[in-house]
């Protein structure tokens, strides 16, 4: 069974420049969410992805949003970095939208300058 | 106040000891609770998942949730240097779908 896997691993960009990361989802997961995690601090919701729609959107602006593809692979796009953008940003994927366990992968570090 | 918190430590134990890890929560509907491990510079892994009140063990970790007084707790017996990471307690809030509310995660440091 393979894992949540991201990428890149790790990036800088500069302020003002859009990114976009990349997740495929754990084996047989239909539900992908990401996360945005600062330094020193607990992984914070940005959105769920459910059969290719947004499911639901914690408290971050338009400029964060998403794509989910047939395959449940999922991708984040930021536009406009900001410096407080920098941090880690996490996939996660469970089996079903309302499925409380959700497994994680590496996480991407994203940088801006 | 914050739905979830948690003591950020750092906390460091020697080798062998019993490490006891904490949070309080704000709401009386969280129903599920989970611990997940994350070392430094990777994703948070799964380590125990608990409903209700009461104590689920898995090898050498326990959690334990009190709903009375809104308290969890993650009890590590002989601590490992392998166990030195951070240590987020996660509640789930649905509404359709699920996010995961997270404290912000322990740093323990276990030395030999």
């Known amino acids: 069974e393979t894992g949540v896997t991201q990428s890149p691993t790790h990036l800088i960009k500069t302020r003002g420049q859009q990114v976009t990361l990349r997740c495929s989802s754990q084996?047989?997961?239909?539900?992908v969410s990401w996360y945005q995690q600062a330094l020193g601090q607990g992984p914070q919701f940005i959105f769920q992805?459910?059969?290719?729609?947004?499911?639901g959107r914690g408290n971050f602006p338009p400029r964060f949003s998403g794509l989910q593809f047939p395959n449940y692979s999922s991708e984040l796009n930021v536009n406009a970095l900001e410096l407080d953008d920098s941090a880690l940003y996490l996939c996660?994927?469970?089996?079903?939208?309302?499925?409380?366990?959700?497994?994680f992968g590496p996480g991407t570090r994203l940088t801006v300058t | 106040q914050k739905e979830v918190e948690q003591d950020p430590g750092p906390l460091s134990v020697p080798e062998g000891a019993i490490v006891s890890l904490n949070c309080t929560y704000s709401?009386?509907?969280?129903?599920?609770f989970m611990w997940y491990r994350q070392y430094s510079r990777k994703g948070p892994e799964l380590l125990m998942y608990?409903?209700?009140?009461g104590n689920k063990e898995d090898g050498r970790f326990t959690a334990q949730v009190d709903k009375s007084s809104k308290y969890i707790s993650l009890f590590i017996r002989d601590s490992q240097p392998s166990d030195s990471a951070t240590y987020l307690c996660?509640?789930?809030?649905?509404?359709?779908?699920?996010?995961?509310?997270f404290g912000a995660g322990t740093r323990l440091a276990v030395h030999p």
């Open positions: 996660a994927s469970s089996p079903n939208r309302q499925g409380a366990e959700q497994y």
């Open positions: 084996s047989g997961h239909n539900t």
């Open positions: 992805y459910y059969r290719e729609e947004e499911n």
């Open positions: 709401n009386s509907a969280f129903q599920y």
């Open positions: 608990t409903y209700s009140s």
């Open positions: 996660a509640t789930p809030v649905s509404g359709g779908y699920n996010k995961l509310i």
